[in-house]
T-cell receptor, first 110, second 113 residues
Framework: QQQVKQSPQSLIVQKGGISIINCAYE??????FPWYQQFPGKGPALLIA?????SEKKEGRFTISFNKSAKQFSLHIMDSQPGDSATYFC?????????FGAGTRLTVKP | DGGITQSPKYLFRKEGQNVTLSCEQN?????MYWYRQDPGQGLRLIYY???????QKGDIAEGYSVSREKKESFPLTVTSAQKNPTAFYLC????????????FGSGTRLTVV
């Protein structure tokens, strides 16, 4: 049972473009929504996170948009750079239970 | 620097053997977790522990065992009962469950030969 659905599975963007990754969740009890960035052979690292009482959070080139009524949230990467090429995971958490999306492999072409 | 150390980075195991993956953290985090990562399947929870001497099964605990004798350490044993153990294993920790999110180690890639 997949509680967090992530799309697309892979994404190719030109340098300077906008990368958008979408996630949808089912459990309305989730109260913390992080995004993780993972480079090959490394563990995921927390990129940005949001709580459901906020509709948007921005940190540098990274923005989370959150739609509580639709149970959806998305990651926008502005001015995408080749160094952003990695796998991105969304997640949803409540108490000690964190559920991850299946991941999106982002490739930014120079 | 505080962090999570997983060792070894690469591990090869013969079929029928048990193998133990190490996870040590110096973040003074209370909770620790083990995840398995397979291509296209995201991260699946194997076991987690919120306090010393206590741990709970995750979604795919069959064929795995853990111990939590010290706050800093949460080793994972992959037993011969695990039918498809080849995967990338990630250890994570959090200060308070549900509050700060997770810090991950760099992972151990286990290959059965």
């Amino acid at each position: 049972q997949q509680q967090v659905k992530q799309s697309p599975q892979s994404l190719i963007v030109q340098k300077g473009g906008i990368s958008i990754i979408n996630c949808a969740y089912e459990n309305t009890a989730f109260d913390y929504f992080p995004w993780y960035q993972q480079f090959p052979g490394k563990g995921p690292a927390l990129l940005i996170a949001i709580r459901p009482d906020v509709s948007e959070k921005k940190e540098g080139r990274f923005t989370i948009s959150f739609n509580k009524s639709a149970k959806q949230f998305s990651l926008h990467i502005m001015d995408s750079q080749p160094g952003d090429s990695a796998t991105y995971f969304c997640a949803a958490m409540v108490m000690n239970d964190m559920r991850f999306g299946a991941g999106t492999r982002l490739t930014v072409k120079p | 620097d505080g962090g999570i150390t997983q060792s070894p980075k690469y591990l090869f195991r013969k079929e029928g053997q048990n193998v133990t993956l190490s996870c040590e953290q110096n973040l003074n985090h209370d909770a620790m977790y083990w995840y398995r990562q397979d291509p296209g399947q995201g991260l699946r929870l194997i076991y987690y522990s919120q306090i010393v001497n206590d741990f709970q099964k995750g979604d795919i605990a069959e064929g795995y065992s853990v111990s939590r004798e010290k706050k800093e350490s949460f080793p994972l044993t992959v037993t011969s009962a695990q039918k498809n153990p080849t995967a990338f294993y990630l250890c994570a920790s959090s200060k308070q469950t549900g509050v700060y999110g997770y810090t991950f180690g760099s992972g151990t890639r286990l290959t059965v030969v």
